[in-house]
């Protein structure tokens, strides 16, 4: 069906510096250590191999970083952050490492199958991330098909709801709402993967609502999952599938399973 990064940084200064310098002398040392040290752990875009089957790309938007993975249809916003030796980590909106960078630029992948990491090897360069244009009758029809598809697949009964006529005057919401839609739809299905945490979401929850907000969230209200999204925040202005299930499992107390 469709489916919608202190020991480097003085090492590097003590380097810079002689046994005796003007202060001047020394700060110019410092700085010039820490811009190396900013060199290190780059990330590199481009298209990656992880392993035998896994191919993704790696793009930068802004100050964080586009992730997409080969034959899926969702684009993962990971913020960077320093991490011990030089290295740095891009992580998830839920805070979970997405990838690692080593020092010298060498980059793991970390997946559910293998939290231990992949190591990935570059293969070329990443085109730019899809721009993707959505009609308000794309969003009418991404929310019948995507519960369409989580009853057909893990027989789980929702309704995706939304006021259709405030969003019909704000074509600028319409590619955020379809997102937040499909990435609602595979975070449930992601969480749904455990017959427990299906019977408990079929108990808690029997409707997704999407409204606009000042930032992206979820709140679980009576029996409905209210998904909010910020259309001025672009890619990182909806909820991705990971936070959908993570914030499900959190809501509910169902660990989530890992296959």
């Known amino acids: 069906m469709k489916r919608t990064q202190f020991a480097i940084v003085m090492a590097l200064a003590l380097a810079g510096m002689g046994p005796v310098r003007a202060p001047a002398a020394q700060a110019d040392g410092r700085l010039s250590a820490k811009l190396e040290a900013d060199q290190i752990g780059v990330v590199d875009p481009g298209i990656y191999e992880a392993g035998e089957t896994v191919r993704f790309a790696l793009t930068p938007w802004g100050h964080k970083y586009l992730l997409r993975f080969e034959d899926e249809p969702e684009t993962f916003v990971l913020t960077a952050a320093h991490a011990p030796m030089g290295a740095r980590v891009l992580k998830y909106d839920t805070g979970v490492i997405a990838l690692s960078v080593s020092g010298w630029g060498a980059i793991t992948l970390y997946t559910d199958a293998k939290p231990s990491g992949i190591p990935a090897v570059r293969t070329a360069d990443a085109p730019p991330a899809p721009v993707i244009s959505a009609s308000l009758n794309d969003l009418e029809n991404a929310a019948h098909d995507e519960a369409a598809h989580l009853n057909y697949v893990r027989e789980v009964k929702l309704v995706f709801l939304a006021d259709w006529n405030k969003l019909a005057n704000e074509p600028a919401s319409w590619t955020p709402a379809f997102e937040a839609i499909t990435n609602t739809a595979r975070g449930i ?44 925040n672009g890619y990182a202005g909806r909820p991705s599938s990971r936070a959908v299930a993570r914030g499900l499992s959190k809501a509910l107390s169902v660990p989530l399973h890992r296959e």
């Open 189 to 232: 299905e992601y969480f749904t993967r455990a017959m427990k945490a299906r019977q408990t979401l079929a108990q808690s929850i029997d409707a997704v609502r999407l409204q606009s907000g000042s930032k992206p969230a979820l709140t679980l209200t009576g029996k409905t999952l209210v998904v909010t999204f910020a259309a001025e």
